[in-house]
Nanobody, 119 residues
Framework: QVRLVESGGGLVQAGGSLRLSCQASGMTDKIKSMVWYRQGSGKQRELVASITKLGDTRLADAVKGRFTISSDNRKNTAYLQMNSLKHEDTGSYLC?????????????WGKGTLVTVTP
């Protein structure tokens, strides 16, 4: 099992910044990647950024140039640095860990942290 706890969300004005954290615990040695998703009110969940255990990263086009994903493997934590925030970035940000359990990829989710960007 892998447990995830997100933190760092809050209320910020457009143009501001926030740093989200996703702390993993449990069988963290099985994690091969961590992914940030977001879901706005009335919208579908969308992938924001991902990072592998080796440090390879991907960002959604909507956040390229504004968001950065990183991780500290010693702390079992993934971070999402969000700069130049826009109102449309508002939503619940969820962290997912992909872990290899007995040769099978398993997804583990946190409960999310809310980001509200005021116009």
């Amino acid at each position: 099992q892998v447990r995830l706890v997100e933190s760092g969300g809050g209320l910020v004005q457009a143009g501001g910044s926030l740093r989200l954290s996703c702390q993993a615990s449990g069988m963290t040695d099985k994690i091969k990647s961590m992914v940030w998703y977001r879901q706005g009110s009335g919208k579908q969940r969308e992938l924001v950024a991902s990072i592998t255990k080796l440090g390879d990263t991907r960002l959604a086009d909507a956040v390229k140039g504004r968001f950065t994903i990183s991780s500290d493997n010693r702390k079992n934590t993934a971070y999402l640095q969000m700069n130049s925030l826009k109102h449309e970035d508002t939503g619940s940000y969820l962290c997912k860990a992909v872990a290899v359990m007995v040769g099978v990829d398993m997804d583990y989710w946190g409960k999310g942290t809310l980001v509200t960007v005021t116009p």
